[in-house]
C-alpha cells in the first residue's frame, strides 16, 4: 500500500487496504522520491509504518554501491550502507514524529515495522535506534514485529551482529530469486541479519524458514545461481510496487 497514491491510500482506493483486517490509515508522508505510510493495527495494539523502496529498481540496482560509514559513537565496528544511512536520516525525524503522533492517539508504545527495497533498510535502521533506546522520542517504545521485504544488505558483519543481540523480532522475506537481497554484495563485507523467510517458487506456493542464527544461510536464497530484479515486485504472490495498487 505505501507505494500507492497518498489519494488512494487515505481514501482506501486501492487493491491492498481491504484485504488488512482492523487496520486504520494514519498518515502519509512523501517527497519527490520517498513514501511512508503510518497506521494502527487494532488487533495488536500496534502503531504500523510501512515504508517503500525505489520507483526505478534498475536504475536503483544501477547506481548502488558499497561504500560504509560508521555512524555510531558507541561501537565504531559497527558499518552501515552509507547511502541507507544518508536516506534513513533524511526520514529519521519525520517517521518518529509521525509515529508518536498515532502512539498518543491510541495510548500504545508498540511498534510494527514495515518496509520494501530500499524501504526495508529504513525500517531496519529505526528498529535498531529503538531496540537501543536511540531513537530520540521512542525511548519507551518496544518494536513487536519488523517485517521486511526485499531487504537488501544494510551493514557489515558486526551490525548484523549486533542486531541479533538486541532480540528484535524479525522476518526477513525473499521472493524466489530477487536480485535486491544480494546486494551489495557479502564479498564486500555485507552481512544480512536472521531470520530469511524463502519463498522458492515463483508462484509463492512453498517457503522455507531459513537459519535462526546466521542472515547468511547458504541453503535458503544464496543457493540460487541466478537472480533477477523482476522478482522484487511481487511478494507472497501480491504484487507490492505501484502497479499493485
Known amino acids: 500500500m505505501s507505494?500507492?497514491?497518498?489519494?488512494?491510500?487515505?481514501s482506501g482506493d486501492n487493491n491492498h487496504y481491504q484485504s488488512i483486517n482492523d487496520f486504520e490509515v494514519g498518515q502519509v508522508w512523501s517527497n519527490s522520491s520517498l513514501q511512508f505510510v503510518t497506521g494502527y493495527d487494532g488487533t495488536e495494539n500496534t502503531v504500523t509504518i510501512a515504508v517503500r523502496g525505489s520507483e526505478d529498481?534498475?536504475?536503483w540496482l544501477d547506481n548502488l554501491d558499497a561504500i560504509k560509514t560508521s555512524p555510531y559513537d558507541d561501537?565504531?565496528?559497527v558499518e552501515v550502507h552509507k547511502g541507507f544511512w544518508k536516506e534513513y536520516t533524511t526520514l529519521r525525524d519525520s517517521m518518529i514524529s509521525y509515529i508518536l503522533t498515532e502512539a498518543e492517539k491510541h495510548s500504545t508504545s508498540k511498534l510494527k515495522l514495515t518496509g520494501h527495497s530500499s524501504g526495508a533498510a529504513n525500517v531496519m535502521l529505526l528498529a535498531y535506534d529503538v531496540a537501543r533506546g536511540?531513537?530520540?522520542g521512542l525511548e519507551d517504545f518496544q518494536v513487536s514485529?519488523?517485517?521486511?521485504?526485499?531487504?537488501?544488505?544494510?551493514?557489515n558483519t558486526a551490525f548484523a551482529d549486533?542486531?541479533?543481540?538486541?532480540?528484535?523480532?524479525?522476518?526477513?522475506?525473499v521472493h524466489y530469486r530477487d536480485i535486491v537481497p544480494h546486494v551489495p554484495p557479502h564479498l564486500m563485507g555485507f552481512h544480512h541479519s536472521p531470520q530469511e523467510i524463502w519463498y522458492d517458487t515463483e508462484d509463492s506456493s512453498h517457503y522455507v524458514e531459513c537459519s535462526e542464527t546466521d542472515g547468511e544461510d547458504d541453503s535458503c536464497s544464496k543457493s540460487e545461481w541466478y537472480f533477477t530484479a523482476s522478482d522484487h515486485c511481487t511478494y507472497i504472490d501480491l504484487a507490492i510496487c505501484s502497479a499493485g495498487c
Open 162 to 173: 549486533s542486531v541479533k543481540s538486541l532480540a528484535i523480532p524479525h522476518t526477513r522475506v
Open 145 to 155: 514485529d519488523l517485517y521486511t521485504f526485499g531487504e537488501p544488505r544494510v551493514g
Open 134 to 136: 536511540q531513537a530520540e
Open 57 to 59: 529498481i534498475d536504475n
Open 3 to 10: 507505494y500507492c497514491s497518498t489519494d488512494q491510500i487515505e
Open 75 to 77: 561501537d565504531s565496528s
